[in-house]
Nanobody
Framework: QVQLAQSGGGLAQAGASLTLSCAASGLTFRGSTVGWFRQAAGKEREYVAAITISLYSGITNYADAVKGRFTISRDIAKNTVYLQMNSLTPEDTAVYYC?????????????????WGQGTQVTVSS
């Protein structure tokens, strides 16, 4: 049984930083792409960032809204992907989801992601 267990998130003030983690069980991230999405109240789920998982490198991609502030990374040994979020703004408030897509091709298409984490709330106050 594949599970993506998310941790991190919570409440932060504007300008602060938070880190989200996504640990997989029943699935090896190597050879796949892991993405982060977020869904604010009353809005559609939107793409945040993605990383391809290979032994020696990882191609990353970011949505324009988070580029320069968020960093996605992976720890292959821990089978975990992280999302470091800096300079948070109230507009970053949302439920954040990690997801895994087969293959090492970065995709922003939510429908290409097969496995999803449970979601974690990030709330940024001004």
């Amino acid at each position: 049984q594949v599970q993506l267990a998310q941790s991190g998130g919570g409440l932060a003030q504007a300008g602060a930083s938070l880190t989200l983690s996504c640990a997989a069980s029943g699935l090896t991230f190597r050879g796949s792409t892991v993405g982060w999405f977020r869904q604010a109240a009353g809005k559609e789920r939107e793409y945040v960032a993605a990383i391809t998982i290979s032994l020696y490198s990882g191609i990353t991609n970011y949505a324009d809204a988070v580029k320069g502030r968020f960093t996605i990374s992976r720890d292959i040994a821990k089978n975990t992907v992280y999302l470091q979020m800096n300079s948070l703004t109230p507009e970053d408030t949302a439920v954040y989801y990690c997801a895994a897509s087969p293959g090492s091709v970065v995709t922003t298409d939510v429908n290409r992601y097969r496995y999803w984490g449970q979601g974690t709330q990030v709330t940024v106050s001004s």
